[in-house]
């Protein structure tokens, strides 16, 4: 089977991966719907818990395969910091003020902190063109946000802010991930990434909830969206994910990085009525010319070192 990142795949695996983005685009409306409710905290750990739970029956009753968690429980306390914790209560925090789309766009950013990263933590050179990218990509993230319908207050600025925190966060996850668990089966990390976020944000979701009890209103919407994000969004995308990781590889599945923002308007659009602005549409085209600048993408199949760069940068759960 012939492969580039734009890549020939069966018609099974191609609609598994338009599946896969369109569900990480979902789970932008799933946030908008379900943050204001419970809370960016609450809700991004009532998600990682049944997401980890999910996983961890699936792993153990549906392919019967040993976790071994405790073996590294600390390191997966670090990793669902990084790469769950953090960047999914940053993103709901935003999304009390940003739309389903605008936030969408601007996690597609994480690629480009991921260069940054790992130019730092791995010592990885910034080429002339991987620096144009990233002056690219700032450029696409004020296009956005400039041209956005929202009015750019101090709240929204902040909502930015914590989005672009959000991607820091998965790019930072990314090379951990890629340094630290080298040889562990993806389920695994997986649910311990998930777990080990659930226990990391427990001590500040308690309080928080106890003190919102009161006022809590969970309605039908409110409810669906949250098993929808946990279920659907989180542990179900991460088996189609690891599907397509071994039909089609990794570097094909890392395509899902352009299709996710486009999936995220769409649906925000649909289900939400939330404005599509030129703007978003412009800002978005050179966030995802950015990448593909930084990442080194061609139609030609990666080399290795680019395969290295682009799996460090891979698409997170949102």
Same mark, same amino acid.
């Given at each position: 089977?012939?492969? /580039?990142?734009? @890549? +020939?795949?069966?018609?099974?695996? @191609?609609?598994?991966?338009?599946?896969?983005?369109?569900?990480?685009?979902?789970?932008?409306?799933?946030?908008?719907?379900?943050?204001?409710?419970?809370?960016?905290?609450?809700?991004?750990?009532?998600?990682?818990?049944?997401?980890?739970?999910?996983?961890?029956?699936?792993?153990?009753?549906?392919?019967?395969?040993?976790?071994?968690?405790?073996?590294?429980?600390?390191?997966?306390?670090?990793?669902?910091?990084?790469?769950?914790?953090?960047?999914?209560?940053?993103?709901?925090?935003?999304?009390?003020?940003?739309?389903? #789309?605008?936030?969408?766009?601007?996690?597609?950013?994480? !690629?480009?902190?991921?260069?940054?990263?790992?130019?730092?933590?791995?010592?990885?050179?910034? +080429?002339?063109?991987?620096?144009?990218?990233?002056?690219?990509?700032?450029?696409?993230? /004020?296009?956005?946000?400039?041209? /956005?319908?929202?009015?750019?207050?101090?709240?929204?600025?902040?909502?930015?802010?914590?989005?672009?925190?959000?991607?820091?966060?998965?790019?930072?996850?990314?090379?951990?991930?890629?340094?630290?668990?080298?040889?562990? %089966?993806?389920?695994?990390?997986?649910?311990?990434?998930?777990?080990? %976020?659930?226990?990391?944000?427990?001590?500040?979701?308690?309080?928080?909830?106890? #003190?919102?009890?009161?006022?809590?209103?969970?309605?039908?919407?409110?409810?669906?969206?949250?098993? %929808?994000?946990?279920?659907? #969004?989180?542990?179900?995308?991460?088996?189609?994910? @690891?599907?397509?990781?071994?039909?089609?590889?990794?570097?094909? +599945?890392?395509?899902?990085?352009?299709?996710?923002?486009?999936?995220?308007?769409?649906?925000?659009?649909?289900?939400?009525?939330? !404005?599509?602005?030129?703007?978003?549409?412009?800002?978005?085209?050179?966030?995802?010319? /950015?990448?593909?600048?930084?990442? #080194?993408?061609?139609?030609? !199949?990666?080399?290795?070192?680019?395969?290295?760069?682009?799996?460090?940068?891979?698409?997170?759960?949102?």
């Amino acid at each position: 089977m012939l492969e /580039s990142w734009i @890549f +020939t795949v069966r018609l099974r695996d @191609f609609g598994a991966l338009l599946l896969l983005a369109a569900i990480f685009g979902g789970s932008f409306l799933f946030i908008r719907v379900a943050a204001p409710a419970l809370g960016p905290v609450t809700l991004a750990d009532v998600r990682v818990l049944v997401a980890g739970l999910a996983l961890l029956l699936y792993g153990v009753l549906g392919v019967r395969k040993r976790m071994n968690l405790r073996a590294y429980w600390k390191r997966y306390l670090i990793l669902g910091a990084l790469n769950a914790a953090l960047p999914y209560s940053l993103i709901g925090f935003a999304e009390l003020r940003l739309t389903a #789309g605008l936030a969408a766009i601007l996690n597609a950013t994480t !690629p480009l902190f991921a260069t940054v990263v790992a130019a730092f933590w791995l010592g990885d050179r910034i +080429t002339p063109a991987k620096l144009f990218g990233l002056l690219l990509g700032i450029i696409g993230v /004020s296009v956005v946000v400039g041209w /956005s319908p929202l009015a750019l207050d101090g709240g929204v600025a902040l909502a930015v802010a914590a989005s672009l925190l959000a991607a820091l966060a998965y790019a930072l996850g990314g090379v951990y991930a890629k340094r630290t668990f080298v040889g562990v %089966a993806p389920l695994a990390q997986a649910t311990g990434q998930q777990l080990g %976020a659930g226990i990391v944000l427990l001590p500040f979701a308690i309080p928080l909830t106890i #003190g919102a009890a009161p006022t809590l209103h969970l309605s039908p919407d409110v409810i669906g969206a949250v098993v %929808a994000l946990a279920l659907l #969004g989180t542990a179900l995308a991460y088996l189609i994910y @690891f599907y397509l990781i071994v039909t089609v590889g990794a570097t094909s +599945t890392l395509s899902v990085t352009f299709l996710v923002p486009f999936f995220g308007l769409l649906w925000s659009a649909l289900f939400l009525h939330e !404005p599509v602005s030129v703007g978003s549409i412009l800002g978005l085209l050179i966030i995802l010319a /950015s990448i593909v600048l930084v990442t #080194g993408l061609s139609l030609r !199949p990666p080399t290795r070192r680019q395969r290295v760069a682009l799996e460090t940068a891979a698409p997170h759960q949102q």
